[in-house]
């Protein structure tokens, strides 16, 4: 287990060796660099070119804005039950301004933020947490008396790069939901003359958010993104076509409660409205807490938290469908499709009864049909 | 004793010569109406309609599980795969129709999709009204579809391009950055999502439920009511009409093509 603390980097050594007085050895380092290589899926010959950039790298500037969040993001990229070279990375680069991780507070944090900034211009990363509310002239989140746009505006306008890390610094997230009472928006909203690269999930995994300031700190730009911003190494595939369940989907064996024989066995989540067919992530792969387990895999739905509007397009959670609204009460489509269905069976029937008896009527007065026909 | 057996009345539902049947009686033009390719795209369509909502209701809803190993099943992955190939056919048959709304007879080219002056709107008015009150001899005479109906396909052909795109929209998701991906994915942004695709193209579904049942009753209906031959027609491409009647969609000589009783016939005779 490494010790985060022990030994601060000092601002002028190279990353290599702070990492070798922290006690991490070469091999520990290549492995971690091999790994970044794996997760970012460029080839194997580029391991020494992604471990001489780091080693060499001087401690780079980063800037951590939180803004309308719950915090989450910073845990679950912080936070992990033994810390990987990987955290000791984040850990290291993101000291210079983080409301979660620092000691200070009031004036003096708000001035450092300031001086980082200045002293920085054009270099540093800006990794955004939380969404920015815009109703009411941004009231709803204020630091230091300024508005989180405000903020942003600022922190955005001298950074090199902007990773927006989390639901809500993607698209708003749970604030965003209908109806978004505080107007909350995602930093691609804002900030639009430069790339953001989105790191989404609720809350999204810390390899991914690592993974990302390698391949930025190693090539010099961020990696190859979606149309939402999401890095393709990461978010280029569906949950459901990397699922470890997948292959009961196939053979049609599904979970219809949560403590079925079928939950025990580990059979597929769709009948309990998994949305693993519409998200793209690399859960199934990377996982959580030093790849401990998932959702899918501790046996629960996905509920597609990495894509934009979740709350609104994938609830509910528990269902296959969204609800059909404009009934009274929320109504599951097939309902209503069923009775409009039987409802046009009942019509035809009557309809043709009619039709039948009229038809007979009007063949007898025409003389077609014999009066008595009927009585033979 | 046996008395003189008066021949006995047939009951209505029994089947009679056409000689005993008047309102069969007159004179009859047969007119070509459909195609060879239409005919063809109807029937391969039904077909694979039937393939899709039996497939599609599965995969939108597993009424049930295979058990034991997963190894041993492939139930959900055929039943998808039979719906892609069912899918890939009819959109074929889209494409026929599609050349055919440019090439076909003035029955089948695209401005008979859109009946909209305003007689064809009055005309569907009335069709309506005499659905609703039993009162076939009020309708208006079309040899092809009336205009009520033709609305009807009309929406049959906007539902079906719905389908299509939000099929293969969903379809697409499995190979991000591939052909159907590409060309299709825009349509999962101007419905708000994924799971919005999957909602439509699972309403309109029951669109399909909703119509199949009327167009087959309304269809033989009118069978029933003009004795026309209208359900043969979508087979044999054309139907009969009395040679005497008038048409708003129809104008042409009116060649007889079929008489009864045909001359030299007994009956026939002054
Ligand atoms: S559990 Fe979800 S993601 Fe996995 S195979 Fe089933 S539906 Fe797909």
Known sequence: ?376 | MTAPTQPRAPHWWQVRARSEVPGARGKFTWVYLWGAPLRAMHWVAAVCLIALAGTGLYIGDPYFSTGGEASQHYLMGRMRFLHFVAAAIIVMTGIVRVYWLFVGNKFERWPALFPITGKNLRHVVAMVRSYARMTPEQQPHFVGHNPLAQWAYTAVYVAMAIMVLTGFALYGQSNPGGMIYVLFNWVNAAVGGLQNARLLHHVFMWFFFIFVPVHIYLAVRSDYIERGGIVSSILTGGRFIPSDESFEDYEATRAVTSEWPAAGHPEQRP
């Not at chain 1, 002239?137 to 405000?150: D, H, P, S, V």
């Not at chain 1, 990461?234 to 459901?240: L, P, W």
Request: glycine share 10%; hydrophobic share 40%.
């Open chain 1, 1 to 376: 287990m490494y010790r985060p603390s022990a030994v601060p980097w000092s601002p002028g050594a190279p990353l290599g060796q702070h990492l070798e007085e922290r006690g991490v050895s070469r091999r520990d380092f290549l492995t971690f660099c091999t790994e970044m290589c794996a997760v970012l899926g460029v080839a194997q010959t580029m391991i020494p070119r992604v471990a001489q950039a780091l080693q060499d790298i001087r401690r780079p500037s980063v800037i951590w804005l939180q803004l309308q969040e719950c915090t989450g993001c910073v845990e679950s990229v912080l936070r992990t039950a033994e810390p990987t070279i990987g955290d000791l990375v984040l850990d290291v680069v993101s000291l210079d301004y983080n409301h979660t991780l620092m000691a200070g507070a009031g004036h003096a944090v708000e001035q450092a933020l300031q001086d980082a900034m200045n002293a920085n211009k054009g270099k540093y990363v800006l990794v955004v947490t939380g969404s920015v509310p815009l109703s009411e002239g941004g009231i709803y989140t204020m630091i230091g008396g300024r508005t989180a746009e405000t903020i942003l505006r600022e922190a955005a306008a001298g950074a090199a790069a902007v990773v927006a890390v989390g639901a809500c610094a993607h698209f708003g997230s749970v604030q965003s939901a209908r109806p978004n009472p505080t107007g909350a928006v995602g930093v691609r909203d804002i900030v639009k003359d430069k790339p953001v690269l989105v790191v989404a999930g609720c809350p999204p995994i810390g390899d991914v958010v690592t993974a990302s300031l390698v391949h930025y700190l190693t090539f010099g730009r961020l990696p190859e993104a979606d149309s939402e911003g999401r890095p393709l190494f990461a978010y280029g595939k569906r949950i459901h076509d990397q699922c470890p369940r997948r292959a009961h989907f196939d053979a049609g064996q599904y979970v219809e409660v949560f403590d079925d024989e079928a939950a025990r066995k580990g059979w597929c989540l769709y009948q309990v409205g998994c949305k693993g067919p519409a998200t793209f992530s690399p859960c199934p792969i990377f996982q959580w807490n030093t790849r401990t387990s998932w959702p899918i895999g501790a046996g629960h739905p996905c509920i597609g938290c990495t894509e934009r509007n979740f709350w609104d397009t994938m609830s509910p959670f528990y269902g296959r469908l969204p609800g059909v609204s404009g009934f009274g009460i929320e109504q599951k489509v097939d309902a209503i499709g069923a009775g409009l269905a039987a409802g046009a069976l009942a019509g035809i029937a009557v309809h043709a009864t009619a039709t039948v008896y009229h038809q007979i009527k009007r063949r007898k007065a025409t003389g077609e049909l014999p009066e008595e026909a009927s009585h033979g």
